[in-house]
């Protein structure tokens, strides 16, 4: 699968997005090293701290299935009717990318046309790990 190909499947995602309160919808699409692909979008909640991620639910039901070596992770994002040139993961869905996707893991940030690829380490500098504890 083609970092597009990739991008094209979290932008699909989106469209599932529920954000009825920020109306900010998110999509992930996650590569694993099977080929397979998993996608999630943002799901929000009243009680905001219930609010689970894209790139989070992307990855938990990747993990849930069995599934445990990642290639790739592919987010789109902006306000509802426009696509963000750059839409980054928040603090709490960066520290699950370390925790499953740690280092060189690749993660391609912006949209459909235009994209770029980042590091989980380049994401979040300073890691707190399981060696951490």
């Known amino acids: 699968m083609t970092d597009s190909e990739l991008m094209a499947a979290a932008q699909r995602a989106r469209k599932h997005s529920y954000a009825p309160y920020s109306h900010f919808r998110v999509g992930a699409a996650l590569l694993t090293k099977s080929g397979k692909v998993y ?10 701290s219930a609010t689970v991620c894209a790139e989070r639910t992307a990855i938990f039901k990747a993990m849930s299935e069995g599934e445990h070596e990642f290639e790739a992770l592919a987010v789109v994002g902006g306000r509802e009717g426009e696509t963000a040139d750059f839409c980054a993961p928040c603090g709490v869905c960066r520290q699950v990318i370390t925790e499953f996707c740690p280092g060189d893991f690749k993660i391609l940030l912006g949209n459909e046309t235009k994209f770029k690829a980042y590091t989980s380490d380049g994401l979040l500098p300073f890691t707190f790990t399981k060696q951490d504890l």
């Open 39 to 48: 996608t999630g979008c943002n799901i929000e909640n009243a009680a905001f």
